[in-house]
């Protein structure tokens, strides 16, 4: 942590980034490490991918960079950052993003700049970048951003609001595992900044579209189970989708619903991502059995509760290989359960 706060005293241009499909804790960590290195008078700009409509209760948006379409290939749907083709970031933070691959869009300026720091609480994150500052414990990224933060400057109520809404994204509202005494202590402080913390909850918890209520209906009417009611998946397709006129962003919560199943120890949920590219999104969650070692088989990664990959495929035929990867570490975690008692 301490030759990142060097990096970031030593330089004035920092270009900052998270996954590819942001979620709240890295847009969260990103526009709270924004705000803080704008507070210091350095020159700073986000690069995330378009993200879902609730999280625009985030602060920072002003240092987004805008997105513009591909003029290489116009015909192609896929956006791009509107930047200098050739531009050569001084600082890259790469937040939340536990491998190169996870950037997306903003990889190629990771791969140009001059200086990498990475900063994530992924366990499989294997220290790619020049700086990095990993904690696999740490509950979320924006949790871990903020001690950063702390080690150059007072916290803003904006940045406290940034920083709480990706804690409370990442442990799903402070209830998954990874929420320790400390985490709710850190929130604690976070409120006395004065931040709307209802309202940041209520919106990253709670609110949703119409279309994603359809969605979820449909992906649930779907939904089957293992015989042994262990293990609930479901599919999503681009037809689905149109049907009820939701797009991805509006699936953030099938799996979760899944995985309040009772009985179930494992949810997974597969959808279709692009339109003809044969992309398929694979979401794990998980009450014990490790999801990292089924998304690792995939090509993803992840955590032992919360994993994911993306493959190509027919979005039944993942299904199905997923679930019979699923099968195999719920038994193994079952014999460990067996041989702990
Ligand atoms: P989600 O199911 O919410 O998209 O992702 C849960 C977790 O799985 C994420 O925090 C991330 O660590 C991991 N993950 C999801 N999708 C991918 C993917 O395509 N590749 C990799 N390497 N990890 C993923
Ligand atoms: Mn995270």
Same mark, same amino acid.
């Given at each position: 942590m301490d030759e990142i706060l060097q990096v970031i005293r030593e330089n004035e241009n920092f270009t900052l980034a998270g996954h590819t499909g942001p979620d709240g804790d890295a847009i969260g960590s990103c526009f709270a490490l924004a705000l803080a290195l704008d507070k210091m008078g350095k020159n700073v700009r986000v690069l995330l991918e378009p993200y879902a409509l609730k999280y625009k209760i985030i602060p920072g948006k002003q240092f987004l960079v805008p997105?513009?379409?591909n003029p290489n290939d116009p015909t192609k749907s896929e956006s791009i950052f509107d930047l200098e083709e050739n531009f050569?970031?001084?600082?890259?933070?790469?937040?939340?993003?536990? @491998?190169?691959?996870r950037m997306g869009l903003s990889q190629p300026f990771f791969e140009r700049a001059k200086v990498t720091v990475c900063i994530d609480h992924h366990e499989t994150n294997d220290g790619f970048a020049m700086h990095n500052y990993i904690e696999p414990t740490?509950?979320?990224a924006s949790e871990m951003t903020l001690r950063i933060i702390e080690g150059f400057t007072d916290p803003t109520p904006d940045i406290a609001a940034a920083v709480y809404a990706g804690m409370v994204s990442d442990t799903g509202g402070f209830r998954y595992n990874a929420t320790a005494i400390s985490t709710m202590k850190? @929130?604690?402080r976070l409120m006395e900044m004065g931040i709307p913390f209802t309202q940041i909850y209520n919106e990253l918890m709670h609110m949703h579209k119409f279309a994603a209520g359809k969605i979820l209906g449909l992906a649930l009417q779907n939904s089957k189970r293992t015989r042994s009611k262990k293990i609930v998946y479901t599919c999503v397709t681009r037809d689905m989708l149109k049907s009820v006129r939701a797009n991805l962003s509006d699936l953030d919560g099938v799996v979760e619903y899944l995985m309040g199943t009772r009985k179930a120890l494992a949810a997974v949920f597969v959808y279709e991502k692009g339109l003809s590219s044969g992309e398929v999104k694979v979401s794990l969650r998980s009450q014990g059995p490790n999801m990292a070692n089924v998304a690792a088989k995939l090509g993803g990664g992840g955590h032992a509760l919360a994993a994911g990959a993306t493959v190509s495929g027919k979005v039944h035929a993942v299904m199905k290989k997923t679930v019979a990867l699923v099968v195999k570490e719920v038994v193994a975690y079952e014999v460990q359960q067996n041989r702990n008692n």
């Amino acid at each position: 942590m301490d030759e990142i706060l060097q990096v970031i005293r030593e330089n004035e241009n920092f270009t900052l980034a998270g996954h590819t499909g942001p979620d709240g804790d890295a847009i969260g960590s990103c526009f709270a490490l924004a705000l803080a290195l704008d507070k210091m008078g350095k020159n700073v700009r986000v690069l995330l991918e378009p993200y879902a409509l609730k999280y625009k209760i985030i602060p920072g948006k002003q240092f987004l960079v805008p997105m513009k379409c591909n003029p290489n290939d116009p015909t192609k749907s896929e956006s791009i950052f509107d930047l200098e083709e050739n531009f050569q970031p001084e600082v890259f933070i790469a937040i939340d993003c536990a @491998a190169p691959e996870r950037m997306g869009l903003s990889q190629p300026f990771f791969e140009r700049a001059k200086v990498t720091v990475c900063i994530d609480h992924h366990e499989t994150n294997d220290g790619f970048a020049m700086h990095n500052y990993i904690e696999p414990t740490a509950s979320s990224a924006s949790e871990m951003t903020l001690r950063i933060i702390e080690g150059f400057t007072d916290p803003t109520p904006d940045i406290a609001a940034a920083v709480y809404a990706g804690m409370v994204s990442d442990t799903g509202g402070f209830r998954y595992n990874a929420t320790a005494i400390s985490t709710m202590k850190t @929130a604690a402080r976070l409120m006395e900044m004065g931040i709307p913390f209802t309202q940041i909850y209520n919106e990253l918890m709670h609110m949703h579209k119409f279309a994603a209520g359809k969605i979820l209906g449909l992906a649930l009417q779907n939904s089957k189970r293992t015989r042994s009611k262990k293990i609930v998946y479901t599919c999503v397709t681009r037809d689905m989708l149109k049907s009820v006129r939701a797009n991805l962003s509006d699936l953030d919560g099938v799996v979760e619903y899944l995985m309040g199943t009772r009985k179930a120890l494992a949810a997974v949920f597969v959808y279709e991502k692009g339109l003809s590219s044969g992309e398929v999104k694979v979401s794990l969650r998980s009450q014990g059995p490790n999801m990292a070692n089924v998304a690792a088989k995939l090509g993803g990664g992840g955590h032992a509760l919360a994993a994911g990959a993306t493959v190509s495929g027919k979005v039944h035929a993942v299904m199905k290989k997923t679930v019979a990867l699923v099968v195999k570490e719920v038994v193994a975690y079952e014999v460990q359960q067996n041989r702990n008692n």
